[in-house]
């Protein structure tokens, strides 16, 4: 599976093409919600947006690895990490069959 990536640019136009603002505004528009999508996150707090998910930040705690190439117990150190959980609606849609001839 060859994986495409969408950046930032192609979001804009995106909201350009079906809001009708203009490319500046819809470009305003992105870069709000995901300054306060990361603001939110930053303070701890839950990001969710209906049918498609939900973002939140876990604490991990320190633990030991080992160091591959030498084998050496290395400590990892405490961290926080960003965590996806996908909503049902958004499992489903991933997962529906492709019909042959119908439009993905």
Do not use: C, D, H
């Not at 599976?1 to 909201?15: F, Y």
């Not at 030991?64 to 849609?93: A, D, H, M």
């Amino acid at each position: 599976m060859v994986g495409k990536t969408i950046t930032r640019a192609q979001l804009g136009e995106a909201i350009y093409q079906e809001v009708g603002l203009s490319r500046n505004e819809s470009v305003e528009l992105l870069e709000s919600v995901l300054s306060k999508m990361s603001t939110a996150l930053a303070r701890g707090e839950t990001v969710k947006i209906s049918s498609f998910g939900s973002f939140s930040v876990r604490q991990k705690g320190q633990r030991i690895g080992r160091n591959p190439k030498t084998g050496e117990e290395v400590p990892i150190l405490p961290r926080k990490v960003l965590v996806f959980r996908p909503s049902q609606v958004l499992k489903s849609r991933i997962n529906e069959r492709k019909t042959p001839g119908m439009p993905s």
